[in-house]
T-cell receptor, first 113, second 115 residues
């Protein structure tokens, strides 16, 4: 079975500061990795995903993530955040042989002026 | 392109009552999912359909939850009778069939409060 641990439940930052949201996963098989964002009262929107190839993945809204196989991590970063980035962020894994997402518990990012 | 449509967006019911949620996936998407998201937690898969067949319902509480996807398009998730712990957001999602690692697209969710 796969599991995802998001190491911080809440991350407060100031506007224009850099941010890193941490995600570790556990799996006995190969996985794909995803980051989703959820704005208040909305569904989940894909930020980026890692399937194969370059370990640095760029997504929408200036976010990027780096896959580290040895550390089983997939941390999300943004060099300069905006107020509008305030949302819940979910890391998820999917077996390469399957099509089901397993989510972490989420990280609430709050960007303050 | 229209996204995943869900209704109703909000529902309040008393425990032991029944409720049904409807989902219309993105046109052409063969795979449909229902996830349950309890406040403060990540979404958890309840059931996955491929066309009109069930692929995975291992985490669906079958004594009270049921789901169907007639004709391989729309889907309905029903809860009967509801319990207080069923209060959650029910997210429908869809993805194309075939290539592994396809993006899964989510609807805005149906918010259920059981009182």
């Amino acid at each position: 079975a796969q599991s995802v641990t998001q190491l911080d439940s809440q991350v407060p930052v100031f506007e224009e500061a850099p941010v890193e949201l941490r995600c570790n996963y556990s799996s006995s098989v190969s996985v794909y990795l995803f980051w989703y964002v959820q704005y208040p009262n909305q569904g989940l929107q894909l930020l980026l995903k890692y399937l194969s190839g370059s370990t640095l993945v760029k997504g929408i809204n200036g976010f990027e993530a780096e896959f580290n196989k040895s550390q089983t991590s997939f941390h999300l970063r943004k060099p300069s955040v905006h107020i509008s980035d305030t949302a819940e962020y979910f890391c998820a894994v999917m077996k390469t042989s399957g099509s089901r997402l397993t989510f972490g518990e989420g990280t609430q990012l709050t960007v303050n002026p | 392109e229209a996204g995943v449509a869900q209704s109703p967006r909000y529902k309040i019911i008393e425990k032991r009552q029944s409720v049904a949620f409807w989902c219309n996936p993105i046109s052409g998407h063969a795979t449909l999912y229902w996830y349950q998201q309890i406040l403060g937690q990540g979404p958890k898969l309840l059931i996955q359909f491929q066309n009109n067949g069930v692929v995975d319902d291992s985490q669906l509480p079958k004594d009270r939850f049921s789901a169907e996807r007639l004709k391989g398009v729309d889907s309905t998730l029903k809860i009967q009778p509801a319990k207080l712990e069923d209060s959650a957001v029910y997210l429908c999602a869809s993805s194309p069939a075939g290539h592994r690692g396809n993006t899964i697209y989510f609807g805005e969710g149906s918010w259920l409060t059981v009182v």
